[in-house]
């Protein structure tokens, strides 16, 4: 198997963080939109059309796009894909959470804090992001109240999916402290056996 | 089971869509975010904590929030899920997409266009969306182009969840004439044996 992505990107790392804690050997091919990588005709036409990583290319050669259905890949035979089909659709119940009511606030006010130069605009735009941000760190704070995972007391891809950007929350504008049962759970992820940080996976997946 | 949603949201005319298609016994609890419905203590307390639906009430009590999770959990034994773990990820993938990468465009743009009052902020939020929508439709168009239905040729979830806002796209201002694939798709589902449509779907499940 071969994953095209970098692990700038939350989405990307999500798929290095399941690959890790599997010890799934594949290959990292380095692509970015930053330098137009994911825009190359060889990227568009093979890969994916829509210009966009991570992309999982299986080992029969077929691409699968988005971060979420990559990670139902990689993960279908493990302990990160529960048995039971109540516990499964509750894994994808937090991961289609994850990508229309966390990303587009917590992600989207991360990059703009980083990337896009202090103005009036950017900073009306962060304060209209805020509220959704907030409104999904607090039902996962509930949720985390009575759960120490997100689904059937043990780890899964749905943990796996909501780790990157909540623990960037912080540097997109969110105290997390307001979110005690939150920051405890971001711990339990990070103690998992074979957890690698953001940066590491980085490090090990940019090259030289 | 029973499902808790108004078939006036795309998003809840999908589980009806899919109940009708599976002749899947089940009760329709009219629930809407119009009238606060969402919002009622004991909605948030038993039903979702997030105040949204649709919601699946499995037939042991569970709730299964999101549309994606519920399509997931209705369909999972039959012919709309498909068996090989490659098309499985496939049809998440196109599930994904829609929640992320045409949803936010086409069905807010409907929304908008529907119900907020005509003015400088609604134009400019409308054209703001427009690209999103187009590259929603183009990468659609693009896939249609060589494949009837979006995973291994046959229906699946993926062309169920994608269906009710791409119908919809022309009354959110999207000009389908463009993308004729994509307009022969939307009679392909509409001819499915068990096809009902917005319309009907709302007919049956708002109370007289």
């Not at 692990?7 to 290095?16: F, M, R």
């Not at 950017?122 to 759960?147: C, F, I, Y």
Request: glycine letters at 8%.
């Amino acid at each position: 198997m071969r994953i095209y992505g970098d692990c700038l990107s939350g989405n990307c790392y999500k798929l290095k963080l399941v690959t890790e804690l599997l010890g799934t050997p594949h290959a990292w091919k380095f692509v970015t939109w930053i330098d137009g990588g994911t825009k190359t005709d060889d990227f568009l036409a093979r890969v994916n059309p829509a210009g966009k990583v991570p992309v999982l290319e299986t080992s029969k050669g077929e691409m699968i796009p988005e971060s979420g259905a990559a990670l139902y890949y990689l993960a279908r035979d493990s302990h990160l894909w529960p048995v039971g089909e109540t516990d499964r659709a509750q894994v994808l119940r937090w991961m289609f959470f994850e990508q229309y009511s966390h990303e587009p606030f917590i992600a989207v006010s991360h990059s703009l804090k980083k990337r896009a130069a202090p103005s009036p605009e950017t900073a009306a735009k962060l304060a209209e992001l805020h509220p959704g941000g907030v409104r999904a760190l607090e039902t996962m704070e509930q949720h985390l109240s009575s759960n120490d995972w997100f689904v059937a007391g043990a780890p899964t891809i749905a943990d796996i999916s909501l780790y990157p950007y909540t623990s960037w929350a912080p540097s997109a504008g969110f105290d997390l402290s307001a979110y005690p049962e939150v920051h405890k759970w971001l711990g339990r992820v990070e103690r998992l056996l074979g957890f690698v940080s953001m940066e590491d996976a980085i490090a090990q997946t940019t090259p030289a």
